[in-house]
């Protein structure tokens, strides 16, 4: 394989690792807005994780990728606290505190 042939085979991996952070990005915000979809927030999280271990990412890349793994941390966090009951308040300051 010559040089060409290397150069263009690196600009499409990279252009299809932008493409699956875009796609990743808008099914977690469908994810958000339709809670019952048929892929959970851990599916897109280990997508997302695939791809920083599988990949050489540009720092573009990269930041997008851990700002959305960011983002999924915070979204999971705060369903976590809802999910406590309101007798348990003072428990919930706990964990907040556990995460942070």
């Given at each position: 394989?010559?040089?060409c042939?290397?150069?263009?085979?690196?600009?499409?991996?990279l252009r299809t690792i932008d493409v699956d952070i875009s796609h990743i990005?808008?099914?977690i915000t469908a994810v958000l807005r339709e809670p019952?979809?048929?892929l959970p927030l851990l599916y897109?999280?280990?997508r997302l994780e695939r791809l920083l271990r599988g990949s050489h990412l540009l720092h573009h890349q990269f930041s997008a990728v851990t700002a959305l793994l960011t983002r999924l941390e915070v979204i999971?966090?705060?369903?976590a606290g809802l999910a406590l009951p309101p007798d348990h308040v003072g428990e919930r300051s706990t964990l907040q505190s556990n995460f942070r």
């Open positions: 394989m010559n040089t042939d290397t150069d263009l085979l690196g600009a499409f991996e990005r808008l099914a019952n979809s048929a897109w999280r280990r999971e966090h705060d369903s």
